[in-house]
């Protein structure tokens, strides 16, 4: 079993930024992917962001050009930058990380984007 913990969420005006981190209980030095997805109030869970142990990264239409996934083995840490957040950024932002053979959910982090 892998735990995943989520932080960096919060309220931020829109224009603004925030850094998200997902933090894993075990080394990501052997993860087939890591990535970020978001569920908004009434709406589906879809990807944000991804990226694969060979470093190639993924983005949502949405949010290319906006936001920025990277890593730290070092850290066993995924971390999502995000800038010139929109209000329809205002999400739960959930990290997924795959191991083989399970992938496993954090529980989630806030982030709103309102003035």
């Known amino acids: 079993q892998v735990q995943l913990v989520e932080s960096g969420g919060g309220l931020v005006q829109p224009g603004g930024s925030l850094r998200l981190s997902c933090t894993a209980s075990k080394s990501i030095f052997s993860i087939i992917a890591m990535g970020w997805y978001r569920q908004a109030p009434g709406k589906q869970r879809e990807l944000v962001a991804t990226?694969?142990?060979?470093?190639?990264?993924n983005y949502a239409a949405p949010v290319k050009g906006r936001f920025t996934i990277s890593r730290d083995n070092g850290k066993n840490t995924v971390y999502l930058q995000m800038n010139r957040l929109k209000p329809e950024d205002t999400a739960v932002y959930y990290c997924?990380?795959?191991?083989?053979?399970?992938?496993?959910w954090g529980k989630g982090t806030q982030v709103t984007v309102s003035s």
């Open positions: 997924n990380a795959c191991f083989w053979p399970d992938c496993y």
């Open positions: 990226v694969t142990s060979g470093g190639s990264t």
